[in-house]
């Protein structure tokens, strides 16, 4: 508690002293560099949290930080292959830092946007508190402990991660996100203290109204007017409303409503996501005390029956992917470039949303589907009180579990992105009754904290006796898998809207190619049947060809999805590639087959199923790679649009043209293999529409380096995806090459991680070098701080060196 009139006469005294950031009346800061880190073997605190210890010779680091991924791929690892086979453990952080004298009359608090798991923090010595959930953001109160001036203040973070398995895929380990320290004044807006809908949109008018959560931290009761201003996405102030003379005793939080109406708003939509933003301000006595921003869309949507989704009164299919947080080679370790990259890739493909499997997503996710225009279903749980596996969140379910949907809700219900809240996937209380009671619960939960989108569950049972539908309490009827079921849905769930959360679960290796491709290999046969016949290597064929037996091929799932309107999307199980759950392998196999493009964030043939059929690219796109044994019947596929015929010819000889059958989404020839080329040409109506050659690769003879972006940030965070293909002398992809690249940079960046997509891999992700998987690897190169232009070089013996240039600003 502090006292209102202390607060300005020590304001006033200190105010020379301050820095002009300083006399901000709220600051919000990264607090991510300068942290030390140990791993340690023992459950015994050894003093770590003291505020005297002696971390002198811990190792220095910013976060965010995942020390998994830096570990070492080992079938052992109590992680197991389903968590990705590296270790979890124990892990210490700890950070020395001091404030400002003039800020000792602030609050201070410290907010972490997500730590795996089980975190506790002390500051200064002093027991925080410790949060269980891995995914969820949470913040201490830093205020009643901080020391101002010379004396240096010590927060410490244990993080334990050794009770494993507790995940049913990779999760990383550590302070895996971004941590911010924020001041206040003691009359501030809560955390997350804003809720902005808007319940009334027209082209000609919509209605913004911003909930506002204030809390007074001072010792005496007070009075302030609240303000609130509504801007545009080009800066244009287009809307206001005020409170005046609201009275707020100590110690209390009070919530005020505020509308205003915006003339013509522009929409939030998927082709331009126009945002804008609430700035709201507490004042008192024509002093400001508080100003908080809110970014927000305005948009409305609804999901119906038989039609399906309609985002603002546009029919939309919900055309998604589920996503895993892991960043690939970066494990996860949050960066911001490594999410947009992600988000990118899988908007090329055509997707629109993003389901955020099975937990709340970094805050970045968000932000950026709120501005690149995906739709995104939210999603908070993977297992409820019953257990996935020994040692996951179901043991702190009892204690846990209303704090964290709470506060997952309370964070994410202003981006306009956000269209469906899942509140749990293939929970296992689908089948008994204590489902009914828990879905009413967590339902109340989220409609208690936001009205204006549907709750759904990701449910793996798909009938109306399963207890999360029984219980009425879901307003989206949604199902993993079962396509077999989805025609008879509007029986069986009449009048309910209809999602399908996950689907497909196909399984492909980039580049691998098994023959007859018209043949589907189920693969395990079913769940509970161990699989022993696959590939030597551990490969999955990236034709249409190649599922899990719960799952279905793209052809079946996308003949359906498209041809019922009330079906309102689907989400692939997966956009990319994740590490863990390397179904239907085990070790060596330690990522996942599941993704349309590999971990390494190269696509795989399927993607571009979803780019002729999703994107409004035009797409040609011929495979398999033309280097094969003479003699062999090879399947050639083509995936197209905007074309009606496509005529395939080997060298030079016309194989005849073809058109898509009827509930197919590609052509294909069978064809005796001959070494040279092999050539594609799309038509309509007769005119070329696109043409596409694959010719016999001969011996790898070079190294050709691109990059995602030749200008990068020089802020010590940006990334540069350079990618690297082994080509022979006339540039042909060598599909078989696995070239061992060696990567070096001169210049003001590092290369952070290096991979292939190949699943089956075991070299580290740390390493400056790679073998090429399929004649495809990547190099990770992070910007340092300094402007200037970096060259980074490949090698590889028999090769010239290769180099890429890349500026940094
Ligand atoms: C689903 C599950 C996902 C993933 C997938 C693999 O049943 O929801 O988390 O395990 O299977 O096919």
Redesign the pocket.
Known sequence: MRSFVLFFMVAGLFLSACTHEDKEVRTRNKFTGDWKFALVDSLDSNGYHHADFDDSNWRRLDLPHDWSIEGTFNENNPSGVGGGALPGGLGWYRKTFSLPECQSNKMFFIEFDGVYMNSEVWINGHYLGKRPNGYISFRYDLTPYLLFGEKENVIVVKVDNSAQPNS??YSGSGIYRNVWLTSVNPLHLDQWGTFVTTPEVTQDAALVHIEHSIRNDFDGDTTFQLLVDIFSADGQKIGSARAADVRIAAGETKVIDLSTEVSQPELWTLENPAMHTAVSRIETDGTLIDKYETDFGIRFFHFDHEKGFFLNDQPTKILGVCMHHDLGALGAAVNRRAIERQLEIMKEMGANAIRT??NPPAPELLELCDEMGLIVMNETF?MWAKAKSDYDYSLYWDEWHERDLRDHIRRDRNHPSVMIWSIG??ILEQWDSTGIRITKELASIVRELDKTRPITT?N?GPSPGNSLNKSGALDLVGF??HHEDWLDFPNTFPGEPFIAT?TN?SLHSRGHYDMPSDSVRIWPKRWDIPFYDGNPGNSCSAYDNCR?P??STHTDTWNLIKNNDYMSGMFI?TGFDYLG?P?PYQWPSRSSY?GMVDLAGFPKDPYFFYKSEWSEDTVLHVFPHWNWEEGQTIDVWAYYNYSDEVELFLNGESLGTKSKPEGRFNVMWRVDYQPGTIRAVSRLEGQVVAEKEIHTAGEPAIISLSVDRQSIDADGNDLAFVSALVTDKDGNLVPDADNLIKFSLDGEATIVATDNGDQTSHASFQATQRKAFNGKCLAVIKAGRKPGSVMLKANTSGMPEAGIRIELK
């Open positions: 049913r895929w499997s099975h993977d996937n293939e990701g793996n993993n898998y996950e679960s899990a719960w799952g199980w759950e179904t599941f």
